[in-house]
């Protein structure tokens, strides 16, 4: 057993209200610069809908993910090497800027600077890319409040699995908002496509990084990764994706959009996993399995075999401890209604759901029941099959049974707290009947609905004093100048990186021949792109 720990999160559909808050502040945060104009780390899709990039989870189109071969082994769906390199120049299977959207502006100068007239002067969108006139028909919340409408029906790969009768009704029945961001995966297929090894899952909390003084460009890993969570960086010729904001984990403080979150949604913590059972648990041949495969791999903090386990893996004591406090562990393992999105690709996925039960309370209530009594409540969520079809195929590869697992908790838990809060008799069959216990409800119930700021992220810290950015050396760098997303603009208004200093004690050889693009604004041709050519000696300088 070899004992790794994670930083993992767990957001409640029921709670988001699709206002796109986490979407503005992470994009202020990370991608507000040249070359990433398309790209959001963090974007809130309405569903049913197309998503974003539009149609990514049709993986027979984009050969994201893993597969199993005839043998039974895990392979990408991209292909194997020799595949990988005969498509290193051209790859067909890349989404194109149409595929995401091509960002605009707008030409605020006409209609502010334009002399008076009897025209009323307007603001014509312009491209960001190339600044010409460009007509605006998608974007990367194109679907919001469109969910189940006539024209997205047709495009949901989701719904396309799905037979007619279901797809019709559903248009009246159902829509939620799901917000996505990178999924740190467990087995991440973008680590293992990108053929100059710049993407890796860091030891210490498992979130997945590109090393960009490694990365060539190749575009691999947008190809590779299912969810299409990384983008690239047309500007620098790098790729870039979701941080987890890793420099606030280090500093205990939780990600930007969870500490931006409007509904209080978010959820962040720590897992402990056994690393040597993740291979064998994405292989299972059965994809309905690929759920129960997952959690087999996470372990228990309060096992002393998995504490004495995970200290001899080096995993800090002040992890186990955070382990055992993690809301996330609390709604993924013990309360278990939390799902992985898409569990099907097999990269066991890190960012879990807990599904929304709103729709199965108002169709009861609009057909004239009580929304809130056990008896119907739990027969509706057997009976409505249409939402929870749809949540399966997002979040159990298309079984139901955890799906309607998870539902009855959460209805058990509804029921519960509403005879608590009006006086009235407690039943206990409430909760034997989803398998908990009435102690068990009212502690689910005070972490989705009442959890203080102190419960939901549970981070342990792992800066190194002296190596933060506060005058005491403490403290998450991005609040510091020169910290990772911290970029300043040109004479022309491009935002670039900050120049990186040359090592102490080394001058310039350290850096001889070497320019990281990173700190490039794409004009003119910086020192150091080209190796210079050695002198002959008695030459003119």
Not at 37 to 61: C, I, M, S
Not at 210 to 218: E, F, L
Request: hydrophobic fraction near 35%; aromatic fraction near 8%.
């Amino acid at each position: 057993m070899r004992v790794l720990s994670q930083v993992a999160m767990v957001m409640n559909l029921d709670k988001c209200i699709g206002c796109h808050t986490c979407s503005v502040t992470c994009k202020q945060t990370w991608t507000n610069r040249t070359g990433t104009e398309y790209a959001w780390f963090n974007n809130v899709e309405t569903r049913p809908g197309l998503g974003y990039p539009r149609g990514h989870e049709d993986q027979e189109k984009w050969k994201g993910g893993w597969r199993l071969d005839a043998r039974g082994r895990l392979v990408p769906r991209s292909g194997g090497r020799v595949r990988r390199l005969a498509r290193l120049f051209a790859n067909p299977e890349l989404p194109s800027l149409a595929d995401y959207y091509e960002p605009w502006t707008y030409d605020y100068d006409t209609l502010i600077a334009a002399p008076l007239g009897d025209d009323l002067p307007t603001a014509r969108p312009r491209s960001l890319i190339d600044g010409r006139p460009v007509s605006v028909t998608s974007g990367p919340n194109w679907d919001d409040d469109l969910g189940g409408g006539p024209a997205h029906l047709a495009g949901d790969p989701v719904l396309q699995a799905m037979n007619e009768q279901v797809r019709l009704e559903y248009e009246q029945a159902f829509m939620f908002h799901l917000p996505r961001i990178c999924e740190h995966c467990l087995n991440p297929s973008c680590v293992a496509v990108c053929p100059s090894g710049a993407l890796y899952k860091r030891i210490e909390d498992g979130i997945v990084l590109v090393d960009q003084d490694r990365c060539r460009g190749w575009r691999m890993c947008v190809s590779g990764c299912p969810y299409k969570k990384v983008y690239f960086n047309h500007s620098t010729g790098k790729a870039e994706k979701c941080t987890f904001c890793y420099p606030r984990i280090e500093a205990g403080e939780p990600t930007v959009c969870s500490e931006t979150c409007v509904g209080r949604l978010r959820y962040l913590g720590v897992l402990l996993y056994d690393a040597d059972k993740v291979g064998e648990a994405a292989a299972v041949p059965d994809e309905k399995d690929l759920y129960e495969a997952q959690l087999g791999c996470f372990l228990d903090p309060h096992d002393p075999e998995v504490v004495r386990a995970a200290e001899a893996s080096g995993v800090p004591h002040d992890w186990i401890t955070a382990a055992r406090r993690s809301p996330v562990r609390d709604l993924i393992t013990t309360y278990r209604v939390a799902l992985p999105l898409h569990p099907e690709y097999r990269t066991l996925p890190m960012v879990w759901y807990v599904p929304p039960l709103s729709p199965v309370v108002d169709a009861l209530t609009r057909s004239g029941h009580d929304g809130e009594h056990p008896a119907p409540l739990f027969g509706a969520i057997d009976s409505l099959r249409i939402p929870v079809a749809y949540l399966a195929g997002l979040f159990t590869a298309g079984d139901p049974a955890p799906v309607e697992a998870a539902l009855c908790r959460l209805a058990a838990m509804r029921a519960h707290m509403r005879r608590v809060n009006l006086g009235e008799d407690r039943d206990p069959a409430i909760a034997r009947g989803v398998g908990m216990d009435e102690t068990g409800l009212e502690a689910m119930y005070r972490l989705l609905a009442l959890a203080k700021y102190e419960e939901r992220y549970v981070i342990p810290t792992t800066y190194v004093a002296g190596g933060g950015s506060g005058p005491d050396g403490a403290g998450c760098s991005l609040e510091g100048d020169g910290g990772p997303g911290m970029y300043g603009t040109d004479a022309a208004g491009a935002f670039h990186a900050p120049p990186v200093p040359a090592p102490a004690g080394s001058g310039r050889s350290a850096l001889r021949g070497r320019i990281n693009l990173l700190n490039w604004n794409g004009r003119g041709r910086p020192s150091g792109l080209f190796p210079d050519r050695p002198r002959a000696e008695g030459a003119d300088t």
